[in-house]
């Protein structure tokens, strides 16, 4: 059964997946819905991410409020006005790094936050409200931990989260289970692996390489460059929301991911080569000089990868892009995004950046 969405509220929709979400949203011919996006507009929140959107539909079937999904108040006054039926929950604190220097952020919101839009959808959908009704929550591969050189996370695979940022999701996907065990809030959760593509802010693996191979500066791979992390391209994560949004079933876990797993120093090594390709290596030489070795980060988890037979077999949805592919595309959507990067490294980037890679004596 295709479950029908009217008026989805949408958290974090002006960050890295939430506006690819929206944007890909909107080109479903079968939506005809309504989506009002609330984002509290942090570092990592960024309007201009969705402005075509906001041009096309705002004030008709896309509402943008900028607010904190820890603030009841406004998240139960938004529940009522909208008549949300559906929540995809994406907004979060969601870098390591930035967990493990400062944590308090991401318990306020990655667990405070979850649990207030948890109530407001607990005391609007009561049990007559609630059929057609769908809380959404957007997780990751972290909750589980760390593996070996061998194996895969499935969804039975026990929690076992190793910074402040995954223990922070994997207690707000233990609230939403529990929302459901207890009061038959109607729920679904996906787990997805490490996500790349437009709009990600460069702060994180695969945008930092590309603008810091572009322009010549050093590129810090941690450690030896030997853990291992499972790519994914952002639109298909998005795809894998969508259909489990319309036919996902009440109350279950899945599990998603690229089907691609690569060592950090492979992925720099071949953005360095595509980028050398793209437009012609460096005065100086290849990029792939630019890589420099510095301090792990602490309790780095070695590998992550995904059984993602659920998914597949329930809704045959795989990963279609092939990684290649998808990140020549990201490669080429930051070099024609100039603008956009630059407007991105405003004061307060710059300040993390300082404060983070300053220990490591890099000149970004
Ligand atoms: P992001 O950091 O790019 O965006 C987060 C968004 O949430 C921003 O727009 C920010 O302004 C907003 N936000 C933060 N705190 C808020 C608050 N208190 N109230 C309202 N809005 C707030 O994150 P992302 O990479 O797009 O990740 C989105 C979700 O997907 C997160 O829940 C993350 O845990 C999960 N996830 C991410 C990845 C990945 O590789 N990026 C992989 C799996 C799961
Ligand atoms: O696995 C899903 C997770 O992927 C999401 O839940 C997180 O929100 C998202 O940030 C991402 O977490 P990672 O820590 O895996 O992503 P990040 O891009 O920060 O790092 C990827 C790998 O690259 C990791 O092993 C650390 C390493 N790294 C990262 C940076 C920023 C470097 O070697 N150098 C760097 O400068």
């Known amino acids: 059964m295709m479950r029908?969405?009217?008026?989805?509220l949408i958290t974090g929709g002006c960050g890295f997946i939430g506006s690819n979400f929206i944007r890909y949203l909107f080109a479903q011919p079968n939506f005809h819905g309504k989506v009002i996006n609330l984002d509290e507009l942090t570092y990592a929140g960024n309007l201009e991410n969705l402005i075509d959107i906001a041009n096309q539909y705002e004030g008709n079937r896309y509402f943008f409020i900028k607010g904190n999904i820890c603030n009841f108040d406004l998240v139960?006054?938004?529940?009522?006005?909208?008549?949300?039926?559906?929540?995809?929950?994406?907004a979060a604190?969601?870098?390591?790094?930035?967990?493990?220097?400062?944590?308090?952020?991401?318990?306020?919101?990655?667990i405070n936050g979850t649990f207030t839009l948890l109530e407001a959808a607990r005391v609007t959908w009561t049990e007559e409200k609630k059929n057609g009704c769908l809380f959404y929550h957007i997780s990751t591969d972290e909750v589980y931990g760390s593996l070996g050189q061998t194996g895969f996370f499935s969804e039975d695979t026990?929690?076992?989260?190793?910074?402040?940022?995954?223990?922070?999701?994997?207690?707000?996907?233990?609230?939403v289970r529990a929302y459901y065990k207890t009061y038959g809030l109607p729920v679904i959760i996906s787990n997805c692996t490490n996500n790349y593509g437009p709009y990600q802010f460069p702060e994180k693996l695969i945008p930092l390489t590309i603008l810091n191979a572009f322009e010549g500066k050093p590129i810090p791979v941690y450690g030896k460059g030997e853990n291992i992390r499972d790519w994914i391209y952002v639109e298909d994560h998005c795809e894998a929301v969508w259909l489990l949004l319309q036919k996902g079933k009440i109350g279950e876990q899945y599990n998603i991911?690229?089907?691609?797993?690569?060592?950090n120093?492979?992925?720099?090594?071949?953005?360095?080569?595509?980028?050398?390709?793209?437009v012609g290596p460096l005065s100086s030489g290849p990029r792939e000089n630019l890589i420099t070795f510095v301090k792990d980060r602490p309790g780095h988890d070695f590998?992550?990868?995904?059984?993602?037979?659920?998914?597949?077999?329930?809704?045959?949805?795989?990963?279609?892009t092939e990684f290649k592919l998808g990140l020549t595309k990201t490669i080429n959507w930051y070099l024609n995004h100039k603008d956009w990067v630059e407007r991105i490294k405003s004061g307060e980037y710059q300040k993390w950046v300082e404060t983070f890679y300053g220990e490591t004596k890099h000149a970004f």
């Open 93 to 110: 604190e969601s870098h390591v790094d930035r967990s493990i220097l400062g944590p308090a952020d991401f318990i306020q919101t990655n």
């Open 303 to 320: 590998r992550y990868a995904m059984n993602i037979a659920k998914i597949k077999s329930t809704l045959g949805w795989r990963p279609k």
């Open 265 to 278: 120093i492979d992925v720099v090594r071949l953005i360095c080569n595509l980028l050398d390709e793209i």
């Open 158 to 175: 026990p929690y076992r989260p190793n910074s402040p940022y995954s223990a922070s999701k994997a207690a707000s996907d233990h609230l």
């Open 4 to 8: 029908k969405l009217k008026n989805i």
């Open 76 to 90: 139960k006054q938004i529940f009522q006005d909208y008549e949300v039926d559906t929540v995809v929950h994406f």
């Open 257 to 263: 991911g690229g089907a691609n797993e690569r060592r």
